[in-house]
Every structure is written in structure tokens, then in C-alpha cells.
């Protein structure tokens, strides 16, 4: 349910301008909703799809029967999730080339919660997609918004005890597969400085010196518009793939920093309009993912920003 559509019933339904209990109690926790559903489903449209369905089973809850309202409210929007997220996998599978989570331009407020940033950048996500359903929502909820055992296993119609395994083997499979160290905004923010002004000055050594021999290029075309089909892997192939397309880029698109799922990013846009995200993963001072979102269908959240919450 939308915002908008939310204060609407709020209006019609409520005495004063004030909303109704059950919209009121959606309103209070809709960001953090979102930001369950977006971080099971690596998807803004999926996301907003699994709230929806949240509200219209939320109204017809017996409020009085409701003992917390925020844990009531995660819970169907996990089961939501879950259900879109089975939907979803089976898309994946005839999808054209490498996918990609969908780019969200994000508030300061966001980089700032250092946890949340990290559950929420491009390279985490990826990490989350090597998990099953039921592993991604219990790690989600568990590690992410630190909800207690017993109502992750009410969400995911589980036992507390299964919870825990499960919890025990999601943790591992992150662990071993999760972007090495933390990185602050500010080293980010200094290699994408680097990179934007390589790419502009179209100089190829500058560019080489900030990508990491294992550097990976991981491009999102949907099969809509041009974009690698598998991964790109080490320095001097990525460096030369990016080298091609420089000319092109420095001369026709605009570079734009923003705030891009909690981490500095690169915005190019060809005509004032976003025609390609890209993300970073830094490590040591060096550049050791790239991520170039351009599937037109997965840009609509880049021209207002999403509050996320947890």
C-alpha cells in the first residue's frame, strides 16, 4: 500500500484528519517493512508488491487480539516476502546475464547506521542471493533487526530450535562467503572519486591503479540494454572492458555521485535521464566489485530517495 493511499483511507476512515488505528500502526512501521521485504527480495517493485499484500491483510486483523503490532506487521510481510521470493528465483532463471539486486538512491541517515548500510549494499545482497528462502529471511531478521528466535519462528513456521539451526548455518554460509572487512563510506567515497575521474579523463593507467588484480565486473542489462552476459574477472580484462568504454562515456553521459544502497555510487546519465548505476565494493584501497545497473526497469527508484529503516 502506498503512502499516499494510506493517508487517504487515514482521512476518510478517522475523526480530526487522524488516521484510523490499523493505518496508523501500517504508517509507524512502513519503512522498516519495506526495508524486510527489499533486503529478502534484493527488488524495490517486489518489495513494495509484498506490502501491499501486508495492508490488505493487516486491516482485516482483530487489533485488539494484536499483543505487538511491529512483530504482527514482520511477520506477514516476511511471509509475503518468502512467497515472492520462491516467484522471483524462477524468474532468475531465464533471466538474461548476470542479475543484479535493484539500486536504490538512499539518505545520509542510512550510511550513517553503519549495519544497515552493509545488509543493504550491493555486495551483501549478492551474498544473500547464494542463500535458500528460509535461510535468507531467518539471517535477515535475526542479524539485521535482531529479532528474537521465537518470532522468526512464528514468521517463518518453523520451530524456535529449527530457527536456530538454521540461524547457525545462514551465519556460515555469510561468513565464509561475505565481502572481506569493513569499509567506510570515506574510503569508498576516495576510490570512486578516482574512478569517476578516470573515467572522465579517459585514462586508462589511472583507472588500473585503483582496480584490485581480482578486481569483478558484474554487469545488468535484463537483455533490455547492452551489458556483459557472465562476469568479468581481473585487472586487465575489466580495466580493458572499461577501457572501450570510456570514449563513449566521457562524451555523452554525465557523472553524478549519490548515495546508493547506504555506499557512495556513480550515477551516469545520457539526456538527463539515469541510464546506468554504478556501485562498488572497496577492499584495501582497491576497487574489487563493480556493478553497472542498466536495466530500465530496475532504475525507477533513482530519481527520489527510500527511507529505509530497522
Sequence with gaps: MSRTAADDRGRE??????????????????????????????????????????????????????????AYLV??????????LRTLR?????????????????????AEDVELADSVSMAMLLVLETL???????????EVFDLEYDEIAEAVDKSSAAVRQIAHRARAHVAARRPRGAVSA????????????????????????????????LGDGGGVKQAV???????????????VGLGRVAAEMSLQPAQVNGYPALILRQGGEVDTVVAIHVDGGLITGLYAVRNPDKLSHMERETALRR
Design 186 to 217: 570515506a574510503q569508498t567515497r576516495g576510490a570512486l572519486e578516482a574512478f569517476q575521474r578516470a573515467v572522465e579523463t579517459g585514462d586508462l593507467q589511472r583507472l588500473l591503479d585503483i582496480l584490485a588484480p581480482d578486481v569483478v565486473f
Design 13 to 70: 476512515s478517522g475523526r480530526d484528519d487522524r488516521p484510523d488505528p490499523a493505518t496508523e500502526a501500517f504508517l509507524a512501521h512502513r519503512n522498516l517493512l519495506f526495508t524486510v521485504a527489499y533486503e529478502m527480495l534484493g527488488s524495490a517493485a517486489d518489495a513494495e508488491d509484498a506490502l501491499q499484500e501486508t495492508w490488505l491483510r493487516w486491516v482485516g486483523v482483530d487489533l485488539d487480539t494484536v499483543r505487538d503490532q511491529r
Design 90 to 110: 524462477r524468474r532468475k532463471e531465464s533471466y538474461v546475464g548476470p542479475w543484479l539486486p535493484e539500486p536504490l538512491l538512499t539518505a545520509p541517515d542510512v
Design 229 to 243: 552476459l557472465r562476469p568479468v574477472v581481473g585487472a586487465a580484462k575489466v580495466g580493458h572492458l572499461l577501457a
Design 75 to 84: 511477520r506477514i510481510t516476511t511471509r509475503q516476502a518468502l512467497v515472492r
Design 132 to 142: 535458500t528462502p528460509t535461510e535468507r529471511a531467518v539471517f535477515v531478521l535475526r
